[in-house]
């Protein structure tokens, strides 16, 4: 694939991406298809997944983290019912801001510390999830359209990354200042 096609891709995902509904009090979906396009129903999900997708190239031992972000986030999403975070919106809008600078600054992290990083991040939005996905048919659509996301964020080039990164950094910045 070719970079402007893979560039493209990456633009039409976020310019299909609707507002943020990825949180609490939007109702219950289910089915294979509803959890597959689910990680594009909330910008801040969806440049998430693509920051650790451009930060887990950049890391020794990187391709660890895509998977490890997989894992916790389904557990958090396991444990959505009975852990209750006050601040979870603001968060997840924190964890998109600190995944868009770690892929900006290409920051190389030793690897327990790039795990515990993406993990911690990877639960905080599973709890999110996990509050509106229903049935094992929507979190394995779920898991799937994440783990694509994630890829697609792994595709652009060195230079590339680091733009991106800056931008989804910036783009956390601005969910935040929603919250101010």
């Known amino acids: 694939m070719t970079l402007a096609r893979r560039c493209g891709v990456l633009l039409a995902g976020l310019a299909l991406a609707l507002p943020a509904a990825a949180h609490p009090g939007h109702g219950v979906e289910s089915g294979f298809l509803a959890g597959l ?3 594009l129903s909330g910008i801040d999900h969806l440049l998430a997944l693509l920051a650790v997708g451009l930060w887990s190239r950049q890391q020794r031992r990187g391709e660890v983290l895509a998977p490890t972000f997989l894992v916790l986030m389904a557990l958090g ?3 959505a019912g009975g852990v209750d975070l006050p601040a979870l ?3 997840i809008a924190a964890t998109v801001l600190l995944l868009g600078v770690l892929a900006a600054c290409a920051l190389r992290l030793p690897p327990p510390l790039a795990l515990l990083t993406v993990g911690a991040c990877a639960f905080l939005h599973g709890l999110a999830h996990g ?3 229903a049935g094992m048919a ?3 659509g779920f898991m799937l359209g994440s783990s694509l996301v994630m890829a ?3 595709a652009p080039p060195e230079r590339l990354r680091r733009m991106l990164g800056a931008a989804i950094g910036a783009a956390g910045l601005c969910l935040l200042a929603g919250f101010a």
């Open 131 to 133: 509050q509106e996905l």
């Open 77 to 79: 999403a396991s444990c």
């Open 89 to 91: 919106e603001i968060s």
């Open 37 to 39: 396009l689910h990680p």
């Open 152 to 154: 697609a964020g792994a």
């Open 138 to 140: 929507s979190g394995a």
